[in-house]
Structures are given as structure tokens and as C-alpha cells.
């Protein structure tokens, strides 16, 4: 008898172990394939990598918008160095996403099993630079997991801002690092709430720039206030949930476990 619930005991070990597995469900995490697909421009680097245009690279700008083709719909992207986003640095590889106004960018994916998904990525603002004050400033923005029949599952509000440095004014600042290497690489961590996965579902994740409007001395919206959120290494990692048959085994499992350990006591 000792020796089926020793049986059971290492099976559920083996279905513990394939419920922590946690698998990646988004493509292109980090905007390089789509950089590729939609053939951003870039000035190769000694090292290899391919940057944005620079202070004395003015001819074209890589910030683009996002193009059909790739995994990722809306928004924008931009390489490392790109004068337009103040000469910020992916977090990983040689491009990241953008976000301003009240842009939405997004990708879909369908379930292939009942899961809990976590979302990890990273945000920072653009710098404000030399007469641009208003470049810097916080940006508020949402990210939302749609089904197909419209069901929202809110992942958090957030707010980005400059790493480093103060977030309105010019490079002239004293003390301001923003352009410092150290400020041009700084990202900021985030983690979203827990969303849960049916399989067979198809799911949007979107993120959702949120910048205010801007009104007249009457009330009336007169356009969108110019801030942006840059986006990089979007992570959705995703754990099975276990099936009710699954649970049962665990538990018995458990039950073989204790009954061992008495009967090495005794």
C-alpha cells in the first residue's frame, strides 16, 4: 500500500512541475522583428548595433509608425539614439514602442489552455530638450486584456515619466542627469495585475496612452496634450490552471505524503 501512495506521490511532483511551467505568449517582445519587417532606417555602430538618427544624423528620424506585417498594431517604434525620443536607449536590442497622445497599441494571441497570466515590461518618457519643454512630462496609460466578445480585464494604470532628471525643461538644467548615459539607458520595471485565460480564447493586449486634452477658455477640447510613453521587452508569461482531475491527484499526493512520514515516525 506504502508503495502506491509513493506512486501518487511522485506524480504529483510531476504535474507540480508542469503547473509552475510558465510559457511566453506574445511575439516580438522588444519591437525588433517589427523594426525589421517594416525596414527602419538605421546608422550602423563600430559594435554592430543599428541606431536612430543622432545630434549630427538629422536626414531622417527612425521613429515610424507601427506598419502591418508584424505581431504589434498602433503605436510607433524608434531605435537607440533617435534625437526625436531625446536620445533614449532600448532597454535590450536597438528599438523600442511608443505610445503618445491617445494612441492604442496592441497585439492578439488565442489561449491554447486555461491559464493565469502575469505581464512584466518596462516605460520611461522621451527628455524634453532645448526649447521642446513640454516633451518630459508624465504620461498616464492603461493596459487592458479584451476577449473576443468585448469582456475587459484591467492589468493596471500606469504613469511614465523621465529616468532621471526633471521632467520639463531644458538640457541646460543644473543637475539634470536625463542625458547622461546612466539617464539615456534608465527604464522603469512594471508588472500588471493577474489576468485570467480561457483556452481556445482569443485575447487583445493593449496598451492605451491616456494623455489629457487640452481646452479652450470655453471648455471646448481643442486637441490632445503632446506627451508619450516609450515601451520595451513586453513580457506575458502565462501558468497552466489545473484541471479538477489534476487537483484531485495532487491531493492524494499530499495525503501519501503525510501517511509516509507517520509511518517512518512509528
Given at each position: 500500500?506504502?508503495?502506491?501512495?509513493?506512486?501518487?506521490?511522485?506524480?504529483?511532483?510531476?504535474?507540480?512541475?508542469?503547473?509552475?511551467?510558465?510559457?511566453?505568449?506574445?511575439?516580438?517582445?522588444?519591437?525588433?522583428?517589427?523594426?525589421?519587417?517594416?525596414?527602419?532606417?538605421?546608422?550602423?555602430?563600430?559594435?554592430?548595433?543599428?541606431?536612430?538618427?543622432?545630434?549630427?544624423?538629422?536626414?531622417?528620424?527612425?521613429?515610424?509608425?507601427?506598419?502591418?506585417?508584424?505581431?504589434?498594431?498602433?503605436?510607433?517604434?524608434?531605435?537607440?539614439?533617435?534625437?526625436?525620443?531625446?536620445?533614449?536607449?532600448?532597454?535590450?536590442?536597438?528599438?523600442?514602442?511608443?505610445?503618445?497622445?491617445?494612441?492604442?497599441?496592441?497585439?492578439?494571441?488565442?489561449?491554447?489552455?486555461?491559464?493565469?497570466?502575469?505581464?512584466?515590461?518596462?516605460?520611461?518618457?522621451?527628455?524634453?530638450?532645448?526649447?521642446?519643454?513640454?516633451?518630459?512630462?508624465?504620461?498616464?496609460?492603461?493596459?487592458?486584456?479584451?476577449?473576443?466578445?468585448?469582456?475587459?480585464?484591467?492589468?493596471?494604470?500606469?504613469?511614465?515619466?523621465v529616468f532621471l532628471g526633471s521632467?520639463?525643461?531644458?538640457?541646460?538644467?543644473?543637475?539634470?542627469?536625463?542625458?547622461?548615459?546612466?539617464?539615456?539607458?534608465?527604464?522603469?520595471?512594471?508588472?500588471?495585475?493577474?489576468?485570467?485565460?480561457?483556452?481556445?480564447?482569443?485575447?487583445?493586449?493593449?496598451?492605451?496612452?491616456?494623455?489629457?486634452?487640452?481646452?479652450?477658455?470655453?471648455?471646448?477640447?481643442?486637441?490632445?496634450?503632446?506627451?508619450?510613453?516609450?515601451?520595451?521587452?513586453?513580457?506575458?508569461?502565462?501558468?497552466?490552471?489545473?484541471?479538477?482531475?489534476?487537483?484531485?491527484?495532487?491531493?492524494?499526493?499530499?495525503?501519501?505524503?503525510?501517511?509516509?512520514?507517520?509511518?517512518?515516525?512509528?
Open positions: 500500500m506504502m508503495k502506491g501512495f509513493l506512486k501518487l506521490l511522485c506524480v504529483s511532483s510531476a504535474f507540480s512541475c508542469a503547473l509552475s511551467a510558465q510559457a511566453q505568449v506574445l511575439l516580438d517582445s522588444s519591437f525588433e522583428v517589427q523594426a525589421q519587417v517594416q525596414s527602419t532606417p538605421f546608422y550602423s555602430q563600430p559594435s554592430g548595433a543599428k541606431w536612430g538618427a543622432g545630434w549630427n544624423n538629422w536626414g531622417w528620424s527612425s521613429w515610424q509608425a507601427i506598419q502591418p506585417g508584424g505581431a504589434w498594431t498602433g503605436g510607433a517604434l524608434a531605435r537607440t539614439e533617435e534625437y526625436a525620443t531625446g536620445w533614449k536607449w532600448a532597454h535590450s536590442g536597438d528599438v523600442f514602442g511608443i505610445i503618445k497622445d491617445r494612441q492604442t497599441m496592441s497585439q492578439t494571441f488565442t489561449a491554447t489552455g486555461d491559464s493565469v497570466g502575469t505581464l512584466n515590461w518596462f516605460d520611461a518618457n522621451r527628455s524634453s530638450w532645448r526649447e521642446h519643454t513640454w516633451y518630459g512630462r508624465p504620461n498616464d496609460y492603461s493596459v487592458t486584456l479584451t476577449d473576443s466578445l468585448g469582456n475587459v480585464q484591467t492589468i493596471g494604470n500606469f504613469t511614465s515619466q521632467e520639463a525643461n531644458s538640457w541646460t538644467n543644473t543637475g539634470d542627469d536625463r542625458f547622461s548615459l546612466a539617464g539615456k539607458k534608465g527604464w522603469y520595471s512594471r508588472t500588471g495585475n493577474p489576468v485570467n485565460l480561457v483556452s481556445g480564447v482569443t485575447y487583445t493586449l493593449s496598451f492605451n496612452s491616456l494623455s489629457p486634452y487640452n481646452y479652450d477658455s470655453s471648455g471646448n477640447v481643442q486637441g490632445i496634450d503632446d506627451r508619450t510613453t516609450l515601451l520595451d521587452d513586453v513580457q506575458f508569461s502565462v501558468t497552466p490552471v489545473p484541471e479538477p482531475a489534476t487537483v484531485t491527484v495532487l491531493g492524494l499526493g499530499l495525503l501519501g505524503s503525510s501517511l509516509a512520514r507517520r509511518s517512518r515516525k512509528r
